[in-house]
């Protein structure tokens, strides 16, 4: 999680399994750190606590596993037009104008 603090990202897609930390955890540091950027939550083991927990910290998407590509590339590029939006400088223009 320390990409976290020396970057700029314009999209975080991160499982809520991690070793040593969990997404909930880097939910929350994106938050506290004030970040814009969008971050997207899949797991394999769906449960209301964690889909709730997940939305109250921000979470742009919170996606089931087995996640279909097309489901990724369309969450992703609504992510990233939103950050074109928010911030119409950011790198993520290229990404979604392709």
Same mark, same amino acid.
Not at 38 to 63: D, H, I, N, R, W
């Given at each position: ?17 991690? =070793?040593?930390?969990?997404?909930? +955890?880097? /939910? #929350? ?10 971050? *997207? %939550? ?22 089931? =596993?087995?996640?279909?590509?097309? +489901?990724? /590339? #369309? ?10 939006? *928010? %911030? ?11």
């Amino acid at each position: 999680m320390e990409i976290v603090s020396s970057r700029h990202l314009d999209l975080i897609i991160s499982d809520i399994i991690l =070793k040593g930390a969990s997404g909930i +955890d880097l /939910l #929350r540091q994106v938050k506290a750190k004030g970040l814009r950027c969008p971050v *997207v %939550v899949m797991t394999g083991y769906p449960c209301a606590k964690t889909t709730a927990e997940s939305k109250q910290l921000g979470a742009f998407e919170y996606l089931h =596993k087995p996640v279909k590509k097309e +489901d990724i /590339l #369309r969450v992703t590029r609504k992510a990233l037009q939103q950050q074109v939006t *928010v %911030v119409p400088t950011s790198r993520a223009a290229s990404f979604v104008q392709a």
